[in-house]
Nanobody, 128 residues
Framework: QVQLVESGGGSVEAGGSLRISCSTS????????IGWFRQAPGKGREWLAT????????????DSVKARFTVSQDDHYRTRRAWYLKMNNLKPEDTAMYYC?????????????????WGQGTRVTVSS
């Protein structure tokens, strides 16, 4: 069974930066992508980005965040089991719970129901 754990959330002032992490355990065989989503209070889950598990040969971003957010993978040859979402120039509207999840197949990057093995989320609060 695959488990994902997000960490690194917190409170930051508008204009600041934050990097959140997603670590995985268990058998990742066949799970080829890691996706990042967020969910603000009272809103649906919003897709942010997806990165391939092979070190990031494939990366997709939502238009709404691609100028400010960057996804990456731990490039340590022994691990490669940690993924990161770096967020710059944060705005109050970025306040949300942030999640990572695994995905097996290509396509449908923005569709939450095509992702499995969700983490519990990490909260990001941006104050004005």
């Amino acid at each position: 069974q695959v488990q994902l754990v997000e960490s690194g959330g917190g409170s930051v002032e508008a204009g600041g930066s934050l990097r959140i992490s997603c670590s995985t355990s268990g058998n990742m065989y066949g799970l080829n992508y890691i996706g990042w989503f967020r969910q603000a209070p009272g809103k649906g889950r919003e897709w942010l980005a997806t990165i391939s598990k092979d070190g990031g040969s494939t990366i997709y971003y939502a238009d709404s965040v691609k100028a400010r957010f960057t996804v990456s993978q731990d490039d340590h040859y022994r691990t490669r089991r940690a993924w990161y979402l770096k967020m710059n120039n944060l705005k109050p509207e970025d306040t949300a719970m942030y999640y990572c999840a695994t995905k097996k197949y290509d396509g449908g990057w923005s569709q939450p129901d095509l992702y499995t093995n969700w983490g519990q989320g990490t909260r990001v609060t941006v104050s004005s």
